[in-house]
């Protein structure tokens, strides 16, 4: 894209009197949609500048563009109720925050970035519904990015979560990497990251956050995502797995390092019990399927970070959801497996890495990484709410509705 065909054009955004939308960009996934938008009160920052002009190429001296000051928020949808989000995204006009093409016939003028399968197969609705065009962006490429993005530049993003206990990890940006990223979405994508745009798509699971809630209602008949884990939260999976005290009469089976409460067989225990579905809690089955699926990608994501040396794993996507049976699952796998010598992490924005690198992609054609050059702490704000028809995580640990404090430049 040559610069000069191209403006960004900022917006009113109706919920912040005199705001300015400059930026949108979408994930569009198999089970969720999310969003990331910047949205500033400020018009051209002053404060920022240099010799008491306005900030244009504040923060490197190569960019003549103005900065502007504002925040960045981050909002999710179903994908089965994209038309909530195409409403959401008309009532705020957010999608007049992409670039546009000068030059492009009027249908094609405006185009916001977007990765995910849904930018192929919902392009032509967003061009009817919104009059707008998505430019697509590769999925990998994009997860990689946000993860970078969030890891160098937000403060308190990664965190390790074991025996009830989360702690923050200092990331040293001169030795983050290699590492291997694990995005359980509706399926799972491995990836060897070895830099900003350098890694590899090493391994996948078609057994992931899908598999997961999509088994869940079928066995629970529980209605939407946050109650299925909510009924984990309660049930005991010992009613249906079957344990190898339960084969070994009680007892560990020590010399190959299991004890008698390790799960030699998830759900092993419906074979024999002589029940029918409806004879168990929902509470444990859903408390089963959830520690299997965890304990399963625990220990794929453990045998390729074995299979790259890499001693790092970040997991992202919303299938984890802040939910702390979930992390404790998953990082207890990846400690058994690993005997400790391997790590599993969090992210506090897990879904939005994806939408977070489409976001970034704007400003490919740049210098360097500029697009965001300046965060700070993100903090909660009510400012997306309203559009957000999907309920708060059940242990409060926000990943949506929140923004983050920023400067992008603007073309
Ligand atoms: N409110 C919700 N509704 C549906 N699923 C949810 C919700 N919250 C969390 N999830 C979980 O998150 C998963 C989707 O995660 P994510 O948005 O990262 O992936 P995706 O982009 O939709 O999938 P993919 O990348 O495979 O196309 C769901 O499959 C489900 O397990
Ligand atoms: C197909 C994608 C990449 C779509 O996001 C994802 O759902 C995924 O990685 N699924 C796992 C596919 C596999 O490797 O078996």
Redesign the pocket.
Known sequence: MDPKEVEIPGNSDPNQPGGRISHLAL?I????I?LVYFSTNYDVDDEVGRSGKKSFGVSNGNRDHPVLKGRLYFV?F??SKINDCLEFIQNKQLHLGGYRHLEAPPIDKTIIKAT??GAYKYADLFKEKLGISLDKED?MDCLVGGVNFLLKAVHQEAFTYMDGQKEFVQIDHNDLYPYLLV?????V?MLKVDGDGKFERVSGTNV???T??GLGRLLTNCK???ELLELSHRGNNRVIDMLVGDIYGGTDYSKIGLSSTTIASSFGKAISDNKELQDYRPEDLARSLLRMISNNIGQISYLNALQFGLKRIFF????I?GHTYTMDTISVAVHFWSKGEAKAMFLRHE?FL?ALGAFRSYDKHGADDSLVHQLMQPFPTTSCLAGDK??SPPNGELNENESIECSVYAS
């Open positions: 994930d996934g198999g089970s969720l999310k999710k179903e994908t995910g399968g999925e995005n359980i979405g509706s399926g994508s992931g956050g899908g997961f809630w939407n995502f946050d992202g996507g919303f299938f959801r879904g994806g999907i309920c």
